[in-house]
């Protein structure tokens, strides 16, 4: 499985952004896909995914502002990013996981907002 992000960006604090991620390979074997985000200094976490069931699960810092979006063939995923705020500052990630268990993490884009 292969991932790669784009559409990040630089934007004013309460802009938009819906960065997407392309997935190419054994895209049937994915179970969980989402996005994660890294801000300088912490710890890679959780923004949105879809679970394995097909529903959705958010990081409570982003609830009523992001919404993670995917196709019907499951190759592309967006995020829609509302209300950003200058804490949503990171490099996001989208991650996949197969029904192995197995993790697949594309390069990440840059989301930087500014106050």
């Known amino acids: 499985v292969q991932l790669q992000a784009s559409g990040g960006g630089l934007v004013l604090a309460g802009g938009s952004l819906t960065p997407s991620c392309a997935v190419s390979g054994s895209i049937f074997s994915i179970d969980v896909m989402g996005w994660y985000r890294q801000a300088p200094g912490k710890q890679r976490e959780l923004v949105a995914e879809f679970t394995s069931d097909g529903s959705t699960n958010y990081a409570d810092s982003v609830k009523g502002r992001f919404t993670i979006l995917r196709n019907m063939a499951k190759n592309t995923l967006w995020l829609q990013m509302n209300s950003l705020k200058p804490d949503d500052t990171a490099v996001y990630y989208c991650?996949?996981?197969?029904?192995?268990?197995?993790?697949?993490w594309g390069r990440g884009t840059q989301v930087t907002v500014s106050s």
């Open positions: 991650h996949a996981r197969d029904r192995g268990f197995r993790n697949y």
